[in-house]
């Protein structure tokens, strides 16, 4: 696994505890649909979170929504329409950004909840 995989799959690891240890349950890591696909889907009572993670080894003034900009977030909408699809789900949903930095075993991890909403589409 290359280096870089291998410190991805580390921070996703640190972020389902982190979640874990805030008492929501973890329904699905890695959850595909196709060419969807979601980090971690978790859940809180009446809510179902969608998680993505990005992971660095560094911080180097790392701008987190840069990193989930406007056409990540349209493919996670994409994929959670997907997932409540699937399984036919009937929840609010929260998107939500887990930052991990540094090396496993010394992360440092920022939660971001409702990092954005799903944009309203007008019809005219």
Do not use: C
Not at 14 to 31: L, M, P, S
Not at 46 to 72: C, N, Q, W, Y
Request: charged share 25%; hydrophobic share 40%; proline share 5%.
């Amino acid at each position: 696994m290359a280096q870089h995989n291998a410190l991805g799959f580390e921070g996703e690891q640190a972020a389902a505890e982190f979640i874990i240890k805030q008492g929501w349950t973890v329904r699905e890591r890695n959850w595909k649909l196709g060419n969807l696909e979601i980090d971690i889907v978790a859940e809180t009572p009446g809510r179902l979170h969608i998680v993505e993670v990005k992971t660095r080894s560094h911080d180097d003034k790392f701008d987190p929504m840069k990193a989930v900009g406007p056409a990540k977030q349209r493919h996670l909408i994409n994929a959670a329409n997907g997932y409540i699809n699937y399984y036919h789900l009937k929840m609010e949903i929260q998107y939500d950004v887990v930052i991990v930095v540094g090396q496993p075993g010394s992360f440092k991890i920022q939660f971001i909840p409702d990092a954005f909403y799903p944009r309203l589409r007008s019809y005219r």
